[in-house]
């Protein structure tokens, strides 16, 4: 290890690194067998939270008591305290107990090759099958086994090291889980750094290995359009259906994507990924920045996976995914009305989001015309901000150069590329703290071979997790942390 962490903490670290890893293993097939599934307003981290605190009680690890804005709705922080002669604030790690749906019985039937909950290791492919396996139980178990590293080793910190383990993210507010402690609880999860998902998975690029961190992501706003008419009965003739209205909608919203927007951390993203391939080949790619060139370039000459993760980078979304109309068969009904699932850009407004939908959908369809009422309305339901750091501020450069040379050393030299992450996460819950704005970075290391597409394995059948990649994950984190906070062995 370099930058302060010696030799005896080295020593210390591979002597016992063999039980670490297996202890971490079973800690997290332990926690894909407890069913944290969210229904929204019901769900049962709590479950997930009472193993996670008696591990720690144990061990001797300090913890608060389990947090519930809601009963069943379990959060828990622990904490590994430094001698502050860093003068620097804690880092946070920060994992979600809660995971999108999964079947409980008749399993096969959907397609997964294992039991969602059974926590099997495939003796063919070497992976640990389960829901929570990459989203995010894995980031959870390796957090865990870090505390208790550094407690059973007398570890010595620079600083406080804290793991966050939060209920809600799988939904779009997160109100009882990471939002609901920075409102109600923030002197427990007060950090200079936050670590979570998603970041640091091994990904290809021209044959080439490299780590993503996430640096910025987009924020995500819920918008319903109604269309509404005189309704009436279904045996005649009806020219202002309101359901053909928001059939053409959500037709439209498919085919159509929205205006190109190119961002700085866009920007940012595409000239990272562009050093990594050849000198003609990154000139080509960096053309996907112009509004022009873009919609060829993803035509032709990107994959439809590359096309997927980049193409957003360049616009908001908007996807259609609850559609309401009428509730009886035999009546036109006189309102129609579309769910909007938005995804926007760090820096760009609800009120740009709206124009861009109206100057996809049509304008005019949003105005009164002739004293009649308009044919489109449109409501906000909810937004989230997304966010965006600069990778080059010193402090954050810092970070990311000491993770960058982590990950180096145990990937044989694969480099790491900041990215604009297209979904959402807890991070930006973390940078509304009331007392201090943390640095969010998106990490959770795991290594998968190129063959599995991991984007795909996040709420998706057969999720899964390389144990290899597992461990070699939970080293990347734990070496990772001992830099952060200038680790030293105790007497």
Known sequence: MANGVGESILQTFKDSWGSIEEESLTILQKMIRLDTQNFGEDGNETLAAKYIKELFDNAGVECSDILEAKPGRGNLVARVRGDGSSGLGPVLLSAHLDTVHAPTENWEQEGWKHNPF????????????????????????MSISVLLFLKRHNIKLSRDLIFAAVADEERHDAKYGAKYLVESHPDLIEADIVMTELGAFSNHLDGKEFFPIQFAEKGACLIKITARGPGGHGSVYHKDNPVVDISEVCVTLNKQKLPHRLTEAAKYTIWEISKL????????FRTIMSPKIEPWLMEYLLTEEQANVFGPMLHNTANTTIVQAGDQVNQIPSTASVIVDCRVLPGITVEQVQDDLKSVIGPEKFKAQDGCQAKLELEILANGEGFAQD????????????????????????PIAPYLLIGRTDQAQYMCHPKRKPICLGFSPVRVPDSIKFSTLFHGVNERIPVDGFKWGLGVLAESVLELCSASLGK
Do not use: F
């Open 118 to 141: 059974g926590a099997e290791i495939d003796e063919e492919d070497g992976c640990l099958y389960g829901r929570g396996t990459v989203d995010m139980k894995n980031m959870a178990a």
């Open 277 to 284: 391939l050849s000198w003609h080949k990154g000139m080509v």
């Open 391 to 414: 990778p080059n501020e010193p402090v954050l450069a810092g970070i990311l150069q000491t993770l960058g040379q982590v990950i180096s050393r145990r990937s044989g030299g694969s």
